[in-house]
């Protein structure tokens, strides 16, 4: 479960990067629209979450650009801009979901998990084999204090 966070507010990125490593993601972190871009182009994500408003390239030149590159990735905009008009651009540009700033963390997690449940197209969040099963949305220690 592979997430990228792509955000210039320090505060918030770290409070993004922190909460979903505790929750059991792998995260990468880009601070800027390029580096965001590079990340995006030479790693396998699963969930992308993009600022819209970044230094060097912006978060819609990113979308775009890895949308017409065949990328993919699910996209969770994260921005500030909530004009209609932004959302419905995001959202027509290729992005899978877009969430407006400032934003409950707990909303957030539930969006990103609900994109990696989608990605592969797995409509309940447990997996069963035989007599094993896994529920993907308790966090590590929840799953180990019930077992």
């Known amino acids: 479960m592979r997430v990228l966070v792509v955000e210039d507010y320090a505060p918030v990125c770290e409070a993004v990067v922190q909460g979903l490593r505790e929750s059991g993601f792998s995260v990468d972190e880009a601070a800027d629209g390029n580096d965001g871009l590079w990340f995006a182009s030479q790693n396998q994500y699963d969930v992308i979450v993009l600022d819209l408003m970044l230094p060097g390239l912006s978060g819609m030149q990113i979308l775009k650009n890895l949308r017409a590159a065949g990328n993919e990735a699910r996209i969770l905009i994260l921005t500030a801009r909530d004009a209609v008009e932004d959302r419905v651009e995001g959202l027509n540009a290729g992005a899978d979901d877009y969430l407006i700033k400032p934003f409950a963390f707990e909303e957030l997690l539930a969006r990103v998990q609900v994109l990696f449940r ?30």
Do not use: E
């Open 118 to 147: 989608r990605r592969y197209d797995k409509s309940a969040p447990l997996i069963q084999v035989d007599n094993l099963v896994i529920n993907t949305t308790l966090k590590p220690s929840v799953a180990a204090a019930l077992s």
